[in-house]
């Protein structure tokens, strides 16, 4: 079914462009009132303007359906009640299962602060070299969000360096802020990096741990955190962010959202992946240790699996602003 429906969606592209080229455009003809494979159809879609264009394919004209509940590359997503429909159905061919990922026996979560103590030296330096789209996906986090949209308190979880405070900062400058991340030494650099500014705050903690009064932020932000929590751990801090955040806040998030054992998408994407790393001056060392640090701290999940999540936590709509091989920038509003 899968494969119809991939066969189809190529022949509904039209104007997709090559690497290196502007422009272009694509139509959505999903199947009218067929709601059984509406979420699906949308996700393969996307699959498709992915495999078919990237890694420079923009999409400039809307979708139009009948059935807006899922979202596009750029556009916004509305949900609607018949997007719960289908939930707590058993699994059929049309709305495949959403398996958990099982616990990964060498994970410890020490290790992981560990290991970006150890990265805070050169850290923007480092992922701008090994993150394809990194100050895209970045400044998305702040430029992206719905232009009426006025935070008063945000959270920033997995801080790092404060590179998405300060994207933050320039466009909420009054904002009031609470900076985690698990790492002693980025939040050394934070409390360098933001000492004039009286309303930034910083807590060392796990964000899986975390939990905060209801409405206590505007809005949410994570920038390359969210793939070291275990699939278990980002369901439940979804349902979290959604109690935490005010009426009409924001979740922002940009991050990989890529299942693994997705092939053969996930072996294009790290073909794609070292290309990229190695164009902007990786060497052998320091790409093997991306893949050792891949292979043992990371958790990606995909678009539609976390898409899914957050609509079960209870946020209303979802834009995705930017998705490249995996490479994902969006925002979910409650």
Same mark, same amino acid.
């Given at each position: 079914m899968?494969e119809q429906?991939m066969?189809?969606?190529?022949?509904?592209l039209?104007?997709?462009?090559?690497? &290196?080229?502007?422009g272009?455009?694509?139509?959505?003809?999903a $199947?009218q009132?067929?709601k059984?494979t509406?979420?699906r159809? =949308?996700?393969?879609?996307a699959r498709?303007?992915e495999?078919?264009?990237?890694?420079s394919?923009?999409?400039t004209? #809307?979708?139009?359906?009948?059935w807006n509940?899922a979202g596009f590359?750029?556009?916004?997503l509305k949900?609607?009640?018949?997007?719960?429909? !289908?939930r707590?159905k058993p699994?059929?061919?049309h709305? $495949?299962?959403?398996?958990?990922?099982?616990?990964c026996p060498?994970?410890?979560?020490?290790?992981v602060?560990e290991?970006?103590d150890r990265?805070?030296?050169?850290?923007?330096?480092k992922m701008?070299?090994l993150v394809? +789209? +990194? @100050?895209t996906?970045t @400044?998305l986090?702040a430029e992206?969000? #719905?232009?009426?949209?006025?935070?008063q308190r945000?959270l !920033?979880l997995? =801080? &790092?360096?404060?590179?998405v405070t300060?994207?933050?900062?320039?466009r909420?400058p009054?904002?009031?802020?609470?900076?985690?991340?698990a790492?002693t030494e980025?939040?050394?650099l934070c409390r360098?990096?933001f000492?004039?500014? $009286?309303g930034v705050k910083l807590r060392?903690a796990?964000?899986?741990e975390l939990d905060?009064p209801?409405?206590?932020f505007?809005?949410a932000?994570a &920038?390359?955190s969210?793939h070291h929590?275990?699939?278990?751990?980002?369901?439940a801090?979804f349902? @979290?962010?959604?109690?935490?955040?005010s009426p009409? &806040?924001?979740?922002a998030?940009?991050?990989?959202l890529?299942?693994k054992? !997705?092939?053969?998408f996930?072996s294009?994407?790290l073909r794609?992946?070292?290309? +990229?790393a +190695?164009?902007h001056?990786?060497?052998?060392d320091?790409?093997?240790?991306?893949?050792?640090?891949y292979h043992?701290?990371?958790?990606?999940d995909?678009?539609?699996r976390q898409?899914r999540?957050?609509?079960?936590?209870?946020?209303?709509?979802?834009?995705?602003?930017f998705?490249?091989i995996g490479w994902?920038?969006?925002?979910?509003?409650?």
């Amino acid at each position: 079914m899968e494969e119809q429906m991939m066969q189809a969606a190529a022949q509904v592209l039209v104007g997709g462009t090559g690497p &290196g080229q502007e422009g272009g455009s694509w139509e959505h003809k999903a $199947p009218q009132n067929n709601k059984k494979t509406g979420i699906r159809w =949308c996700f393969v879609m996307a699959r498709a303007l992915e495999w078919k264009s990237a890694p420079s394919f923009t999409p400039t004209t #809307p979708c139009s359906s009948s059935w807006n509940s899922a979202g596009f590359p750029g556009w916004p997503l509305k949900v609607k009640e018949s997007c719960t429909q !289908d939930r707590g159905k058993p699994p059929n061919r049309h709305t $495949p299962a959403l398996p958990l990922r099982r616990e990964c026996p060498i994970f410890q979560p020490m290790n992981v602060a560990e290991e970006f103590d150890r990265m805070s030296a050169d850290y923007t330096a480092k992922m701008e070299r090994l993150v394809p +789209y +990194y @100050r895209t996906l970045t @400044r998305l986090l702040a430029e992206g969000l #719905p232009p009426e949209f006025r935070p008063q308190r945000i959270l !920033d979880l997995g =801080c &790092g360096n404060g590179n998405v405070t300060e994207e933050l900062l320039r466009r909420f400058p009054q904002a009031e802020f609470l900076l985690v991340d698990a790492s002693t030494e980025m939040l050394h650099l934070c409390r360098h990096r933001f000492a004039e500014h $009286p309303g930034v705050k910083l807590r060392q903690a796990w964000i899986q741990e975390l939990d905060f009064p209801a409405e206590s932020f505007d809005l949410a932000t994570a &920038g390359m955190s969210f793939h070291h929590l275990q699939s278990p751990e980002k369901q439940a801090l979804f349902q @979290r962010l959604h109690r935490w955040l005010s009426p009409r &806040g924001c979740f922002a998030c940009a991050d990989l959202l890529i299942d693994k054992d !997705d092939e053969p998408f996930h072996s294009a994407h790290l073909r794609f992946w070292k290309e +990229y790393a +190695y164009e902007h001056g990786t060497d052998d060392d320091e790409w093997n240790w991306v893949i050792d640090h891949y292979h043992t701290f990371d958790f990606p999940d995909g678009l539609e699996r976390q898409s899914r999540w957050l609509l079960d936590a209870g946020f209303r709509e979802i834009r995705i602003l930017f998705r490249k091989i995996g490479w994902t920038a969006f925002w979910a509003r409650k």
